[in-house]
Nanobody, 124 residues
Framework: QVQLVESGGGLVQAGDSLRLSCAAS????????MGWFRQAPGKEREFVAG????????YYADSMKGRFTISRDNTKNTVYLQMRSLKPDDTAAYYC?????????????????WGQGTQVTVSS
């Protein structure tokens, strides 16, 4: 049984930093590309960042470039999302997901497994 479990969310102030973690089990972690998505109330789920199997290649949504960093530790079966200079617009539930595609995809339909999400709330 595949499980992706996010953690690290919380309530922070604008300008603060936060690091999310996603621990994977039940799959050969190093063979899956990993992504982070987010969904705010009343909005569609949107791509945040992705990382390839090896961790060498990453890709970010334009609004996250320079503020967010995705990384992974295949020895710990964990993917991370370091978020800096947080803004109230970053308030959302953040989800990690696993994709079997060869390249990083920004389309949520490309991801087979999903975590339950962790809430990030940024106050102004």
């Amino acid at each position: 049984q595949v499980q992706l479990v996010e953690s690290g969310g919380g309530l922070v102030q604008a300008g603060d930093s936060l690091r999310l973690s996603c621990a994977a089990s039940g799959l050969t972690f190093s063979t899956w590309n990993m992504g982070w998505f987010r969904q705010a109330p009343g909005k569609e789920r949107e791509f945040v960042a992705g990382v390839t199997r090896s961790g060498i290649n990453t890709y970010y949504a334009d609004s996250m470039k320079g503020r967010f960093t995705i990384s992974r530790d295949n020895t710990k079966n964990t993917v991370y999302l370091q978020m800096r200079s947080l803004k109230p617009d970053d308030t959302a539930a953040y989800y990690c997901a696993a994709s079997a595609l060869a390249a990083i995809s920004t389309n949520y339909n490309a991801y087979k497994y999903w975590g339950q999400g962790t809430q990030v709330t940024v106050s102004s």
